[in-house]
């Protein structure tokens, strides 16, 4: 996908005519990271925002200990590193190819001079944004009130469910683990949980929603 491409078919940059998105496109950088490599760090003093085109970014934080918390996974055709060009800040988290991707990134300064010129990108900015904070509250919503057991349906259901409007990502425990907030061995529990009552399976490591209605109820009640 070039990037005229990936602008064409971004909510980000709807209703912006293709002369304009061919300017906006020149401003762009490509930069392609293999599985684990790390975009982002903790800290870095950044002033670039980047689109994920291909693949998946993980954007987390990691305790003193090792513990891992995943806060997002970033999908094709969103964007992430948000907080520090708005607030000229540090990074506040690391930032992670999950496989193979390919980022467009555009720099603070030629961001400036887009949203003058298009200032319904702000707005569609602004609306990503907000959905970035819904899941937050989700995420912060799960970890107080939510079982494991639910927590782990509930990333089953966001990450393997076809059809889906995600891409459907093959997660390790250890990935699930830092997604619900636990350990690698307590979502390995839940899993077997979850096979036992039919509503997944598991097979060579990898695993199938055998019964998505019973993980939609379960990530309902909480349970």
Known sequence: MTKLEFLQTSAIF????????EAISRRMFEKKLPRAEMVLSQGD??????????????????????????????????LFNVVPICDDGPTPMDAQALGAVTLYGITRDDLDLILRNYPKLARNISRLLAQRIRSLISLVEDLSFRSVTSRVARILLENLSEPSSLPAIRLT???????????????????????????????????????????????????
């Open 14 to 21: 709807a209703d912006v005519p293709t002369l304009e998105l």
């Open 45 to 78: 003093e950044t002033s670039t925002l980047f689109f994920v085109a291909e693949g998946v970014v993980k954007l987390f934080k990691t305790s003193i200990d090792g513990k891992e918390q995943v806060i997002s996974l970033v999908r094709p055709g969103e």
């Open 173 to 223: 425990q250890r990935e699930m683990a830092a997604l619900a907030g636990t350990a690698r061995e307590v979502v390995a529990r839940s899993l077997k949980e979850l096979e036992s009552t039919g509503m997944i399976e598991i097979r060579l490591h990898q695993v199938a929603i055998r019964n998505k209605k019973g993980l939609e109820q379960i990530v309902e009640w909480g349970l």
